[in-house]
């Protein structure tokens, strides 16, 4: 298993990458789902902070084999056979996502994120075996970053409840971060930018998908069980507006030209952490005002409607700081997705409107960076001709 050509050409997603993608977003929608049910029941501090843990660790494994895949996938039998072990881990950690929510109990989600964790170990040994110098250096750093980690990992499930379980999530959260920058300080692995952009693509297309289904069977669900059609079709037409313009803001620039050392791309990848997050966590929103709607969820209109404007201002937010503002022109481009992620946090308290009122905020944004874009590009012709 040696590294892959940095500057290779037409370098695309697998049909196993996608696979593995896919089998994630099990494990997020299983997330979301009990993060609507926290939040239903009135205990959105407690379903934030869980939903935040679990997140992190399907997040982490997900990145950890994209970018590793990005420089060394050979696509023969072992490397299948483990990167298939990692998805059995994920599932595994997926059937363990509701004791974690509502026992605190991580031990099943400790034994998925082990099976993962030991598979991305053993892909890196792989490639250190058939490397040498600072290549091997940098395979063996990471496996014995990710063993020690994983090691760490078992004071989550032996720490009292509360605050000190909290500590020892965001130390060893940090910790795991830690391994790339550490494995990676004096060689960069060979990944592939415009394949690295592909698969974070992707997986936010995937996420936002399953926010889609999400927020359909909830409203199905609403109309099918208490005829309230008339209370949901706001809810529904917002959310999808809403969804359409993240995919729209998402993809409106090619990120990949930025993409050009580890310095850029570590802050790029690990604050879609943020990005993914907020967009599952919209679609659990638009599922927590339908419950409010139809009278099932305990908490007030306004609390529903945080629900899903939060994330959506969140998620326009860090695509913005991540990637739109380095193509953008003059304060109005600069100031666009800022400004409209204040408004979607202002229809907060829009009452039973507030989810429409987002939707169609978010879409005024994009008609506004469209047009702005194309102004600024129909002057620099008009300069260039002159």
Aim: hydrophobic share 55%; glycine share 8%; net charge negative.
């Amino acid at each position: 298993m040696v590294e892959r050509g940095r500057n290779e050409e037409h370098r695309a997603a697998s049909p196993l990458e996608l696979f593995f993608d896919l089998c994630f977003v099990v494990a997020v929608a299983q997330g979301g789902v009990e993060l609507v049910h926290a939040v239903a029941q009135g205990h959105t501090g407690d379903g934030v902070i869980s939903y935040a843990r679990v997140f992190f660790a399907i997040w982490w494994a997900w990145m950890n084999f994209t970018w590793f895949a990005s420089a060394y996938d050979n696509d023969d039998v072992i490397y299948r056979v483990v990167t298939l072990v990692q998805i059995a881990g994920v599932l595994v950690l997926a059937a363990g996502v509701s004791r974690a929510f509502e026992d605190d109990d991580f031990t099943v989600v400790w034994l998925g994120y082990l099976v993962m964790r030991l598979a991305m170990a053993a892909h890196w040994l792989r490639a250190a075996r058939a490397s040498g110098g600072a290549e091997r250096t940098v395979a063996l750093r990471y496996a014995g970053g990710i063993l020690v980690c994983q090691i760490g990992w078992l004071g989550l499930m032996f720490a009292p409840g509360g605050v000190a379980q909290d500590l020892v999530f965001l130390a060893m959260a940090l910790l795991e971060m830690c391994v790339p920058l550490f494995a990676e300080r004096n060689r960069q692995t060979s990944w592939h930018p415009h394949h690295i952009a592909e698969r974070y693509g992707l997986f936010t297309i995937i996420v936002l998908g399953e926010t889609i289904s999400a927020a359909t069977i909830a409203v199905k669900s609403g109309v099918e069980e208490h005829d309230a059609l008339g209370e949901l079709l706001p809810i529904a037409a917002g959310g999808l507006l809403l969804v359409f313009a993240a995919w729209w803001i998402y993809f409106a620039v090619p990120i990949h030209d930025r993409l050009r050392s580890n310095r850029q791309a570590f802050v790029w990848g690990y604050g879609h952490y943020l990005i993914f997050a907020s967009a599952a966590a919209i679609g659990a929103g638009i599922e927590v005002a339908v419950e409010q709607a139809v009278g099932e969820a305990h908490l007030s209109t306004t609390a529903a409607a945080a629900a899903v404007t939060v994330p959506a201002a969140v998620f326009l937010l860090m695509v913005w700081a991540l990637h739109a503002r380095y193509f953008k022109e003059g304060a109005a481009q600069q100031l666009t997705l800022p400004v409209s992620a204040l408004v979607v946090l202002g229809c907060t308290f829009a009452g039973h409107w507030a989810v429409l009122a987002a939707g169609i905020v978010a879409t005024l944004t994009v008609a506004t960076g469209t047009t702005l874009s194309a102004r600024a590009a129909r002057a620099g012709r008009a300069e260039r001709v002159a």
